[in-house]
């Protein structure tokens, strides 16, 4: 079971250029998330999708916009990187249904800005 | 603002000897999560804590849930060279916060647990 994939595994950019990350989940989960985790930190929420067509505010949006392309598919770009921005990316996926809501992540895409 | 603070961030632990982490979070909420995480590697789910008392264990892990006291833990018995990983709680923020009606998670920065023979 594929679960929840991530593309690309590595990346490294320069200021100002662009990018795409992308994650899907097999699941038929409703809800799906963007995450960044930075050194000694957790993770933070950036975006979040709870249904398609549906996009929300995380902790830490500035920067970053989101597309919920389909029930399967949540895509997070960068318009124009910053150093800032080098961190490890988490995609997750959940299902809202029962009590239970627990999230499942993709392997993560680890992004460096120069 | 929801925090939620573990501790210790580092555990060095000999094989053989229990111990046991502390997730503190400062405002109501109704599920905490553990999750395990591997150098490298992606969150895998440990546990779902869903009410005050609520007790899990898998293995030599064991978790609790103290909803008065806003506290979870996460003890660790004979520890093995296998649990070796950064353990994180996250708890469910609702209302107030970016949360949305299904809420959503806030993590604590991360217990990173060596085991050593």
């Known amino acids: 079971n594929a679960g929840v994939t991530q593309t690309p595994k590595f990346q490294v950019l320069k200021t100002g250029q662009s990018m795409t990350l992308q994650c899907a989940q097999d699941?038929?989960?409703?809800?799906m998330y963007w995450y960044r985790q930075d050194p000694g930190m957790g993770l933070r929420l950036i975006y979040y999708?709870?249904?398609?067509?549906?996009?929300d505010k995380g902790e830490v949006p500035n920067g970053y916009n989101v597309s919920r392309l389909n029930k399967r598919e949540f895509s997070l770009r960068l318009e124009s990187a910053a150093p800032s921005q080098t961190s490890v990316y988490f995609c997750?996926?959940?299902?809202?249904?029962?009590?239970?809501?627990?999230?499942?992540f993709g392997a993560g895409t680890r992004l460096s800005v120069l | 603002e929801l925090k939620v603070e573990q501790n210790p961030l580092f555990l060095s632990m000999q094989e053989g000897k229990n111990y046991t982490i502390y997730c503190n979070y400062s405002?109501?909420?109704?599920?905490l999560y553990w999750y395990r995480q591997d150098p490298g590697k992606s969150l895998e789910s440990l546990f779902v804590?869903?009410?005050?008392?609520a007790v899990k264990q898998e293995g030599r892990l064991m978790a609790s849930l103290d909803t008065k006291a806003r506290l979870s833990t996460l003890h660790i018995t004979a520890a093995v060279h296998d649990l070796s990983a950064t353990y994180f709680c996250?708890?469910?923020?609702?209302?107030?916060?970016?949360?949305?009606?299904?809420?959503?998670?806030?993590f604590g920065k991360g217990t990173k647990l060596s085991v050593k023979p």
């Open positions: 804590l869903l009410s005050n008392g």
């Open positions: 405002t109501t909420s109704d599920r």
């Open positions: 996250a708890v469910v923020v609702r209302l107030g916060g970016y949360g949305g009606s299904q809420g959503n998670l806030i």
């Open positions: 997750a996926s959940s299902e809202v249904r029962g009590t239970k809501n627990i999230q499942y």
């Open positions: 699941m038929n989960h409703n809800s």
């Open positions: 999708s709870a249904s398609e067509g549906t996009t």
